[in-house]
């Protein structure tokens, strides 16, 4: 059975960081990376960071320059390092790949979501 999981997550003061991850783990074929979410209490689950054009990654203006998105393709992990954190990036924060399994083939995965909360 195929799982996505991330982990990372905690409660930092506002200015601080964090490094998200994210891997694959079960009996899959292929682990393609799609995007980091979040959603905070009462809102939609947003974009933060996503596979744009040419395989570059695209990241949301709210967070562009204090978020960067790294992959190790050799372990199907990806991790999501947060510098400068703000309350406003208080969330869960979830990540999505498409990934190919016996006997389902290809179909996106969600993992079930870390905390991160940053007080101000």
């Known amino acids: 059975q195929v799982q996505l999981v991330e982990s990372g997550g905690g409660q930092v003061p506002a200015g601080g960081s964090l490094k998200l991850s994210c891997s694959a783990s079960g009996n899959f074929l292929s682990f393609n990376f799609e995007g980091w979410y979040r959603q905070a209490p009462g809102k939609q689950r947003e974009l933060v960071a996503g596979?744009?054009?040419?395989?570059?990654?695209n990241y949301a203006d709210s967070v562009k320059g204090r978020c960067t998105v790294s992959r190790d393709n050799a372990k199907n992990t990806v991790i999501l390092q947060m510098n400068s954190l703000k309350p406003e990036d208080t969330a869960v924060y979830y990540c999505k790949a498409a990934i190919a399994s016996p006997p389902y083939g290809l179909r996106d995965y969600w993992g079930q979501g870390t905390q991160v909360t940053v007080s101000s």
């Open positions: 596979i744009g054009s040419g395989d570059n990654i």
